[in-house]
């Protein structure tokens, strides 16, 4: 028993001896060397760094979103690789060198926007936002190629060169060609007197109508000094152009004493409308006209107090209340 307490007491000694001198040679070491990682890329030394992870993390993040503005992303095909090694502690480490290397190797591709016209890429935009802003005035603004505008999203390595959205528009705006209305040669016709559906009950004439022009009711439907106005008179400048109420043929077309120069449309059914006191008529007798299709211009005409349309309602040949169906 004697014997084992003494050979442990040389143990406890022994192994204490050790730990002793490995602190020692650990201390020394510490004291002259620092652990380090050496850095390679592309198969080649570049320096040292003490912070792999903070190093790793900058050019991460560089490759996730470059330098900022309209850089999307950083393409770096090879990343550095780090071997941990002691070094003597008056070894400079240089990280920044180290960065600026391998972000030098990488590729930038930019996400920006191209407003393309007819497929063809015409000027280009930092956000989506401000290419929807120029389809949106060139509609605004009626450009007859507005239609043709689309958009394009772009992830490219080189980046074009971003304009504002006002010059955009003002290049790309084309403006829609003048078309002048050829008038109609006017001659004699004859307008049959109407009847007057005196109950002012409205009849379904099976077919929408819009106004023929914008302008101030001076003279409504029904009697009016001593007899009946069988239409209804929308003051308005002179030249003013008015439009079809609704689609059919022209079945006449010039001058007829009171009424002026007149444009007579049948819509079918018995349906007709009737335009009268007219500057300039722009359609003939047979013609196939639109809704909403210039036909005529406002005049003062025939027995008339000064510019305005003197706008019928008719059928069956019986004269209908223009304001059941309109303004």
Same mark, same amino acid.
């Given at each position: 028993?004697?014997? /084992? ?49 903070? /190093? ?36 400079? +480490? ?6 600026? #290397? ?8 930019? =996400? ?8 063809? @890429? ?12 120029? $389809? ?5 603004? &009626? ?9 394009? @999203?772009?992830?490219?390595? %080189?980046?074009?060169?971003?304009? %504002? ?18 008038? $109609?040669? %006017? ?12 109950? &002012? ?14 302008? #101030? ?12 106005? %069988? ?41 007709? +409308? *009737? ?9 003939? $007798? ?21 510019? =305005?349309? =003197?706008?019928?309602?008719?059928? &069956? ?7 059941? *169906?309109?303004?």
């Amino acid at each position: 028993m004697r014997k /084992l307490l003494i050979h442990l007491k040389k143990s406890v000694k022994f192994i204490s001896l050790i730990i002793i001198a490995t602190a020692i040679i650990i201390g020394a070491i510490a004291y002259i060397y620092k652990p380090t990682y050496s850095v390679t890329f592309n198969g080649e030394f570049i320096g040292y760094t003490k912070n792999k992870a903070e /190093l790793q993390n900058r050019i991460n993040e560089y490759i996730e979103k470059g330098d900022g503005g309209l850089t999307a992303f950083v393409q770096i095909d090879e990343l550095p690789e780090y071997t941990l090694c002691l070094l003597n502690k008056d070894v400079q +480490t240089n990280d920044e060198e180290i960065y600026e #290397t391998v972000k030098s190797t990488g590729t930038p591709y930019y =996400h920006y926007y191209a407003v393309a016209e007819s497929n063809e @890429e015409k000027a280009y935009v930092a956000t989506f936002e401000e290419a929807e802003q120029v $389809v949106q005035q060139l509609k605004d603004k &009626n450009s007859t190629n507005k239609d043709s505008i689309t958009v394009v @999203e772009k992830y490219e390595a %080189t980046l074009k060169e971003i304009v %504002t959205t006002e010059k955009i528009v003002s290049d790309l705006y084309k403006e829609q060609p003048k078309v002048e209305e050829k008038k $109609v040669v %006017t001659s004699t016709v004859k307008v049959a007197s109407a009847k007057v559906n005196t109950s &002012n009950k409205k009849v379904n004439l099976g077919i929408s109508l819009i106004n023929p022009i914008s302008g #101030t009711i001076t003279s409504r439907f029904g009697q009016r000094w001593g007899r009946s106005h %069988t239409g209804l008179d929308i003051g308005a400048s002179k030249g003013t152009k008015i439009k079809a109420a609704a689609a059919g043929t022209v079945t006449k077309s010039g001058t007829s004493g009171g009424y002026g120069q007149i444009v007579v449309i049948s819509h079918g059914n018995g349906v007709e +409308t *009737y335009y009268a006191h007219c500057s300039a008529l722009y359609v003939k $007798v047979g013609q196939k006209v639109s809704q909403g299709q210039v036909i005529a211009a406002v005049g003062s005409t025939g027995n008339s107090t000064g510019p =305005h349309l =003197h706008l019928e309602i008719r059928v &069956n040949g019986v004269a209908q209340n223009p304001l059941n *169906y309109l303004y």
